[in-house]
């Protein structure tokens, strides 16, 4: 079946404008997760859904960060006054559980943000 | 406290040749661990996983043994081919999220 998609592949934009990155898990994965990678900081965990609620969102760097999820599918990652610092891969990655200590969590392709 | 630790990069290795990357964790308990493979340009692929002590892994000719007494899980493969060539990332689950080691880039030359 489709494994997890997300847009836009690429993201360039101007430092202080906002940004909403797509996440579309596989479908029925009830939980679903966001992961940043960059140079500096390896991948790092962002916020964690189980389904359209965020139980951990321990992972968010600032209050500039936020991310919803709506009928228990997609997600939307937004990053508000983009700073150069929050240049990156974003990656989600999405499970059939959540908690559960032996589950896959499967990683889309990434969105690779530039913020100039 | 609760992370991965893997050897640096890069490994250089000639095709055939036998590959070990170390990957040792902290936690309390027994997390699963994961190891995850980046192709160059692609994303995050699962290789392989085991849940308990004394678990194996294996997968495309990899394996690694979840050893409980020395806490660690090293990835190994007897004959590596330039395909193997990538990134590997060592992980454990805490609680709701995957940790990560910092990741081990393979070169493997013909």
């Known amino acids: 079946g489709a494994g997890v998609s997300q847009s836009p592949s690429n993201k360039v934009t101007e430092k202080g404008k906002d940004v909403e990155l797509r996440c579309d898990p596989i479908?029925?994965?009830?939980?679903l997760y966001w992961y940043r990678q960059s140079l500096g900081q390896g991948l790092e965990f962002l916020i964690y859904?189980?389904?359209?609620?965020?139980?951990?969102k321990s992972g968010l760097p600032s209050d500039r960060f936020s991310a919803e999820r709506t009928g228990g599918s997609v997600s939307t990652l937004t990053i508000q006054r983009t700073q150069q610092e929050d240049s990156a891969v974003y990656l989600c990655?999405?499970?059939?559980?959540?908690?559960?200590?032996?589950?896959?969590?499967?990683f889309g392709p990434g969105t690779r943000l530039t913020v100039l | 406290g609760n992370s991965v630790t893997q050897m640096e990069g890069p490994v250089t290795l000639s095709e055939e040749a036998f590959l070990t990357i170390n990957c040792t964790y902290t936690?309390?308990?027994?997390?699963?661990l994961f190891w995850y493979v980046q192709y160059p340009g692609e994303g995050l692929q699962l290789l392989l996983k085991?849940?308990?002590?004394?678990d194996k892994g294996s997968n495309k000719g990899f394996e690694a043994t979840y050893r409980k007494e020395t806490t660690s899980f090293h990835l190994e493969k007897g004959s590596v081919q330039v395909s193997d060539s990538a990134v590997y990332f060592c992980?454990?689950?805490?609680?709701?999220?995957?940790?990560f080691g910092t990741g081990t880039r393979l070169q493997v030359f013909p």
């Open positions: 936690a309390t308990g027994y997390p699963s």
């Open positions: 085991a849940t308990k002590a004394d």
């Open positions: 859904f189980q389904g359209n609620s965020a139980p951990d």
């Open positions: 479908s029925g994965h009830t939980a």
């Open positions: 992980a454990r689950v805490n609680t709701d999220k995957l940790i």
């Open positions: 990655a999405s499970s059939f559980h959540s908690g559960g200590r032996t589950d896959t969590q499967y």
